[in-house]
């Protein structure tokens, strides 16, 4: 994913967005937005309620941040490792 602001290869903290909503469109390019802006930004822009929308963040350091809407129903697997051997670990956005 390329960072229009700069024209390179996006360098964010996000190794993967999945984003679940109405519109499979809408989802597409959120999914890109929020990879692009990083945790952080993507979290304030969750908390600013300006889409319907639900995702999950699998981060760099084997850490998984999903929005408070899917917390239920969201059950990773707990054996699952990344590609440095790293169990995950599960975190809400506030």
Do not use: W
């Not at 909503?21 to 300006?50: H, I, P, Q, W």
């Not at 319907?52 to 408070?68: Q, R």
């Amino acid at each position: 994913i390329f960072d229009v602001k700069t024209g390179f290869p996006s360098q964010s903290d996000v190794r993967s967005v999945a984003v679940i909503c109405r519109d499979g469109l809408v989802a597409d390019a959120l999914s890109t937005a929020l990879f692009v802006m990083g945790l952080d930004k993507a979290e304030e822009f969750y908390n600013a309620k300006l889409y319907d929308f639900e995702a999950v963040f699998i981060l760099e350091d084997a850490s998984i941040y999903i929005t408070k809407g899917i917390e239920d129903a969201f059950v990773p697997n707990k054996d699952a490792l990344n590609s440095h051997g790293q169990k995950y670990t599960l975190k809400t956005f506030d």
